[in-house]
Structure formats: C-alpha cells, structure tokens
C-alpha cells in the first residue's frame, strides 16, 4: 500500500467505524437492533467471499457453518450452568469448524458445480437431522437459552444491554474484517486469488492447491460459525430454519449485491438487501420478496460486480 | 426381525410411482444442464406453477387431461420468456450467474405463488377413481395412470429427439455447439426451445404429482433438491442416466420409510449422492469412460 | 501493394479484419478477397492466423476493426447460423462431425432448412452419396465410427449439404494418407467445377499450388504478399520466405 492509500484507507474505517459505534446511540432501538443484524449477517457474508470472490469455490453450504454455530452456542448455554460467554463462542466455532473440516474434505475431491451442489446438501443433511432429532435439538421450535453476561464468570459478569451488544458484535466484526483483510492480502491470500484465476496455472507452477482450499474452507466455516454464535447471541433463540439452504442462498445474494472480492461489499451488500426488504415490506406487505427478487436478477444481469465491485482493486491494495 | 415383505411389494409400487414423477422433473433438468450448461434452480418453481396451473384448469373444466396440456403448454412459454429475458443476457458470463439468475428467478416465482394462491395447500383430484387389490391394500389405479403417463411423455420426448428434425438440430447442438451453427441451426433458439421443453416436463409432472400430495407454494423446494440429486447421481446431461437414478433413488426412499419417517428417509437420497460423489463422480449409471 | 484483381467478381471480401482472442490481438488487419467459383490458397506458418481468419469469417471469432462482405453485403458480425444460411460453410481443421449422430444425421444437419423441397434433399443426398461410396455404405453408422480420412469427407459432405457459395477449408489433408489427399485434391476440382468458391488452408504447398488460382502468404496475423498460383512453384524463394523454418 502507498502512503497516501494507506491514509484514505484508516481514515475512511476510522470513520464508518466511529459512525457504527455512535449509532446505537443515536437510533431508535428498533433501528438500532437492525443494524447490529446488519453487521452479522455482513459478517456471514464476509466469510462466504473468502471462499467465492478470493478462491473462486462457489458455497451453498454456509447456512451449515452459520447454523451449526448457533446450535453449538446453544449447547454451551443450555448445558454449562453458569452460562459462560467464552464457552458459548468456544463450542460454537468448534461445531462450524468440525462441518467446515468435512466440507474442506470435499472441497479437495469436487469442482465447479459439483462441490457448489454438495456443499447445498450438507446444509440439508444437518437441516433435516436437527428438525427430526427432537429430543435434543428441539426440533420445529428450536430452542431458547438466556444470553450470558460479558466478563470472567465467577469474577466479575455485567449483563449485556442491546447498546454493549452492539458494541461486541462491532468489535467482533470489525476485528474479522481487519484479520481477514490481513489474509487476504498476505502470500496466503495471494495464492488463493490465483487459484481463482487459474487453477490449473497454479497447479502447474508448483503449488499445493488442495492444501490451500482446505485451509480456505476452514477460515470461511471459522467466521460463518462466528457470526452464527453472534446471532446466537444476540437473539437468544436457535432454529432449523437457519441451517435451511435458503440462508445460504441469501448469503450469496449479499454477496453479489455488495461485490464479491471485496471482503467489505458482502457486508454493504446484506445492509442493502435488509434495508431494501424492510422498505418494501412496508409497501408491498406480505409480497415484498417479489420485488427483491427482481431487482436482484436485474443486479446479476446489469451490475454483476455488485455495488462496492469499482472499488475492488483499490480495497485490495 | 421378520421382513415385511408385502410392505415392500407395496413400497416397490410405490417407490416406481414416485420414481417416475421424478425422472420426468429430473428429465428436464439434465436437458437444461446438458444443452444450456445452466443449473436451473428455478425448476422446482415450474413444476409448482404447473401444479396451480393443474389445480385451476381443473377446477373450471373438470378435465385432467385438458389441465395437464394446458399447465404445460403456459410453464413451457414462460419458460421460453424467462429463458430469452434473463438467460440469453448471461451467454458467456461465469457459471455463477446463471445460478444467481435462476435462484433469483425461484425466489420470485414462490413468492408470486404465495401471494396468488395464498399459504393454504390445494388438491388435485384424482383423475380416476377405482381401486386394484394389492396384497392387503386398496391401492389406486391413478397411481399407476400417473406412472405410465409419466413414462408416456419421456418416452415421447425420447422419440422425438431420435427422429424428428428438430430432435437432430438438439442432439447437435449438445455435442457441439458451435459446428451446429456453423450449419445454419440457429442454435439461440435452440437453447430456448429446450429450457421450455424441460419447464414443460416440469409442469407436466406438477400436475401429475398434485393427486399424490396437496399442492402448495413450498411444494418445489423439496423436489429441485431430489432433482439434483437425481441429476448428479445420473451424470450430468445422460438423460437414460437420469431416469434410472430417479428410480433408484425413490425406491431406496420408499424402502427407508417402512422404518423411519419420511422426513428422514430423504437422508438416503443425500448418502446416495455423496457416494457417488467420492466414488463414481460421471454418475452412477454412466459407464467409465477410458 | 495493390492486390491482383480477381479475374471474377468478389464474393468474399475481407477489409483490414482485426480479430481476438480474449484479450489477444491475432488478426492485424488482414485483407484479401475471393471471387465467385474461384479457388483461393491461404498459406504461411503454424501460428500466423490462418485458421483465426477463416473463422473471423464465418463469425467464430469477435473482430473489433475491419469489416467482412458477402455478395457485396457488409456481413461483420452477423451470427454464425445466418451466415451459413446465406451460402458461407466452414469444414473446420479438426473436422468436427457429429460423433454421436449417424452419418445421414450429420448430412440432415446441413438438408433441414427452409425453402429445400424433400426432392431437392434427396438429389442433394444422392449426389454426396455417389461422390462418397464409403458414406454411402456406412451411413447408419455414427460418424465417431470413421477414420480420419472418412471423417474429413463426411465434414466435407456436410458442407455441400448447405449448397454454399463458398467452403471455407482449414487443413484438409491434415494426417491423411496419400491415397486420401489426393481424393480431396478431386473434391476440390468438383467443387470448383459446381461454382463453389473456396477458401483453402493448407500446410501442403504444392496441392495449395496446383488447386488454386491465386495464393495469400501470410505472417504475424497480416496477409503479407499474393500471387497467381501458376505463377510459382515449390522452389520460388516467396515460399521459403512465408512457410520454411
């Protein structure tokens, strides 16, 4: 990075970053709440580009990561009396990296559409596993667990309010963007890029490139199940819904939307499309979805690299 | 543990009955995917809109038959306008976005469905009523109407590509696309014809499902995922591929649930399809070629 | 350098053509012509844009600057099936039949268009069949079943079944025995003595030479030099120039 991009860069997160942290301030709750959605469902977002805009592997199968990091959450709430913060996000991103380590295992054997397919039927393996086994996860209802409170349990434990959670799950995203913008633009990051370009280049030149794809799931499935445990979090409630393919195949829509290899366009583009339901939900009411869809296959068609895609070369300086 | 033999005789049945619908909806997909190279995500939307085209027609003129041709003939023509309005744009564009697209495209289609049908499932009737004795059971002869109908329109289809001229200019098309317009088959409308001919089966086997099950909004979602399955377990494009998958498969389905429920049972369908992946990734039915 | 005039009236003219692969610029502003029923050489070395240029004809390729006229009619970009609608057929260099279809469902490729009455098909077909006895024999079987020889007279076949103005012919007695490239060497003469026009690559000079009316030398995806083909023979020093190593 030259100097003088290095400081446009820092000034301009410093200041979208000041913004988000005022904002719960400044909002109404309900707005309020929506944006600390907002920032999860970016942050989802940003670890399925790792995979899609960095090592060009098309993934349905976040809504598994997503969910199973809810679900894992869930477990350490429900099981683990006092509710312990660190343990929730501890067994939330065990459970995603477990599915993400099997995922990386096909990743390796599968290409193009077959991995992409695949990847769709892991979702729906767990999604059908979780509805019917019942007794354990809850089935249909889900299950409902209260929210830990932030700090050393048995030492000192202050009770999250919606503006402290806000601030959490900021830092928590904001944190992932910076690490993962590290790797993206490491030599790590380099060699996936090229992966995207040309496999068999990068193949050819020496490179390992299952190693790398393997490594790729892993970091993709790491901070998919992250931002499930911020859900998990911050709504208090886990649902088979959330493993559904749908979520991932909304996922992807941010993606495109916002500009896929960008790390930051997938979460502009969740913001965008979570807007633009809640806005057209109020006019369309029940059939809002309509709209969306169109102005979405309009998107693919006339904008294809997506809201943020002009800005791609330069925030990946 | 005694085997139920006669349940599976009827499960067999039932399995083939089912197994059929499928090859017909997976039949027009692997067409698509063959011909087209796109994943349409949106075929399971089709077959749903054939069956509410099915529960309409039928509902103002009584007859099955006129609301089979009728469903088939409106999805195959949207097919066509879909495919012209946001397909033929994506010609030579990343893979991903015809997948976007017709994701895109399913999505509207169900919510278009919600809000003119509304959340509450409707019914087919069954075209014919009577009853054969199997084993134990009363099983219903529309059951088998269904099954040969389905074989019927595959079988048609398969007849009219071997000989018809336009069968030549898709099976050209398919093998090599740019020679085929080197001889003047205006291949674009080639492509067109075929996602209409494959949303036509889709629309064909909603109306033929609708009797088995309610119809509902939802209804495609279910079946694009089997589908798939059925279409990757067949090898991409192998239509004989696929209908063999597609019987496969529901048998193996069918079978399951004599033991656990049927919720569960679609679990087979994705150990299937992992399988085959890891072991035979052309497709199961599809010989290795050297 | 002013081109010799064909001694017939241009059917196809090529205009400064600039064609690309992707990002690769393989045409420089190529520029030749060919007039009707007149048998044109195109020859240089692997590499040149010999073939890139038969396809930037029949619209394979995307071309930016340039033009391509057909009858007098400017045709650049028009789509590849209308071209071969309106008489321009190409016989690729990889021959390119269609494997699975059998060999009268290749020729039917090139029958089944409009305005052909079902008599017109049969005399079509019954002429190919009596120049070609081995597709005659064969012509059930699919066409992946052939020989390379059988295959480029099938590919060839196909095209006439299109009743072209002009054949645009890549490479065709690439990998064929003597035997075989001398029976293209008569294909060629049928052709000509039908009216059709023909665009020829070959790497076989001294076929090119004998085959053709005139010649195109081409290097670095620009036609360099043309002549009357009587005019040279395999030791003329233009030949060295163009085509040795």
């Not at chain 1, 065990?94 to 039927?121: C, E, H, K, N």
């Amino acid at each position: 990075m030259t100097r003088h991009h290095s400081t446009v860069f820092w000034s301009g997160f410093a200041l979208i970053l000041a913004l988000l942290i005022a904002a719960p301030l400044i909002l109404p709750p309900f707005w309020g709440r929506f944006l600390t959605e907002i920032l999860i469902w970016g942050l989802l977002a940003m670890s399925s580009d790792i995979l899609i805009g960095y090592t060009g592997m098309v993934s349905f199968g976040h809504s598994a990561f997503f969910g199973l990091g809810i679900y894992g959450t869930a477990a350490a709430l429900l099981l683990v009396d006092p509710p312990n913060l660190f343990l929730a996000i501890l067994f939330g991103l065990v459970a995603s990296g477990l599915v993400a380590a099997v995922v990386a295992y096909f990743s390796t054997r599968l290409q193009d559409i077959y991995f992409a397919i695949t990847t769709l039927i892991f979702s729906q393996i767990f999604y059908v596993v979780i509805f019917t086994w019942t007794s354990v996860t809850g089935g249909e209802n889900g299950l409902a667990f209260t929210r830990p409170g932030l700090g050393i349990p048995g030492l000192y434990v202050v009770r999250f309010t919606p503006e402290m959670m806000h601030w959490f799950v900021l830092a928590v995203v904001a944190g992932s963007y910076l690490l993962l913008r590290r790797i993206t633009q490491s030599p790590f990051g380099t060699v996936l890029q090229s992966i995207r370009e040309n496999e068999a280049r990068t193949r050819a030149i020496g490179y390992h490139v299952e190693h790398y794809k393997v490594v790729s799931v892993m970091i993709s499935g790491l901070f998919a199940g992250l931002a499930g445990v911020l859900y998990a979090l911050q709504n208090q409630f886990a649902a088979p819904d959330f493993v559904f393919f749908l979520v991932s195949g909304e996922t992807v829509i941010f993606n495109v939307m916002g500009g896929i290899g960008t790390l930051v366009g997938p979460i502009v583009g969740a913001g965008f499309v979570l807007l633009l339901r809640e806005a057209l939900s109020r006019f369309f009411t029940e059939y809002y979805l309509i709209p969306v869809g169109i102005i979405f296959i309009a998107m693919v068609i006339f904008l294809p690299q997506g809201l943020l895609g002009f800005m791609r070369r330069w925030l990946n300086r | 543990m005694t085997i139920p033999w006669d349940l599976i005789a009827i499960q067999t049945v039932n399995g083939i009955v089912t197994g059929m619908i499928l090859a017909l909806v997976a039949s027009g997909l692997t067409l698509i995917f063959g011909i087209l190279d796109v994943v349409n995500f949106a075929h399971g939307e089709l077959f749903m809109l054939g069956a509410y085209i099915g529960v309409l027609v039928l509902a103002t003129t009584g007859s099955f038959s006129l609301a089979l041709v009728a469903a088939t003939i409106i999805v195959a023509l949207l097919g066509a306008a879909l495919q012209i309005v946001t397909l033929r744009p994506l010609v030579g564009r990343d893979p991903l976005t015809t997948i976007l697209a017709t994701f895109g495209i399913s999505l509207v289609l169900q919510n278009y469905a919600l809000w003119q049908f509304g959340p509450v499932a409707r019914k087919i009737q069954e075209p014919i009523t009577g009853h054969f004795t199997l084993f134990y059971l009363d099983y219903p002869w529309y059951r088998v109407m269904i099954a040969l109908l389905s074989a019927a329109i595959i079988g048609g289809f398969w007849l009219f590509l071997k000989y018809g001229k336009y069968g030549i200019w898709i099976r050209a098309t398919t093998q090599d696309r740019v020679m085929a317009e080197a001889m003047g088959i205006p291949v674009p409308w080639v492509h067109t014809a075929v996602f209409a001919i494959g949303a036509g089966m889709a629309a064909a086997s909603g109306v033929l499902f609708g009797p088995l099950a309610g119809v509902d909004h939802a209804m495609g979602l279910a079946w694009v995922l089997k589908a798939f399955i059925v279409v990757v377990v067949g090898g991409m494009g192998n239509l004989g591929g696929s209908i063999a998958a597609a019987i496969f498969i529901s048998l193996l389905e069918a079978y399951a649930s004599i033991w656990v429920s049927p919720s569960q049972a679609v679990i087979v369908s994705f150990v299937v399809l992992i399988l085959t992946l890891l072991f035979r990734p052309t497709g199961l039915f599809v010989p290795i070629s050297k | 350098m002013s081109p010799p005039e064909p001694f017939v009236e241009p059917l196809v003219e090529v205009e400064n053509l600039h064609a690309y692969y992707g990002k690769s610029h393989i045409l420089h502003g190529v520029s030749l012509s060919v007039g009707k029923g007149e048998v044109v050489g195109l020859l240089g070395r692997n590499g040149v844009g010999k073939s890139t240029t038969l396809k930037s004809i029949i619209g394979l390729v995307a071309t930016r600057q340039g033009r391509v006229l057909f009858g007098g009619r400017v045709v650049t970009g028009m789509p590849t099936h209308k071209l071969a609608r309106i008489g321009i057929a190409y016989v690729p260099e990889d021959r390119r039949i269609f494997r699975l279809l059998t060999i009268t469902e290749n020729l039917r490729t090139g029958l089944d268009r409009n305005g052909v009455s079902e008599s017109r098909r049969r005399q079509l077909l019954d002429r190919v069949y009596t120049y070609f006895p081995v597709l005659a024999e064969r012509r059930n079987q699919p066409g992946g079943t052939l020989s390379g020889g059988e295959q480029q007279m099938l590919a060839i076949a196909r095209a006439m079944m299109l009743e072209p103005k002009i054949i645009l012919l890549d490479e065709p007695t690439e990998g064929l025995m003597p035997r075989m490239v001398s029976q293209i060497r008569q294909i060629i003469d049928v052709l000509h003595r039908d009216g059709v026009a023909i665009l020829l690559v070959e790497q076989n000079v001294p076929l090119t030479l004998e085959a053709s009316h005139r010649v195109y030398f081409m290097e670095k995806g620009e036609v360099r030099h043309h002549a009357v083909a009587s005019e040279l023979d395999v030791n003329n020093p233009v030949i060295h120039q163009f085509l040795g190593v």
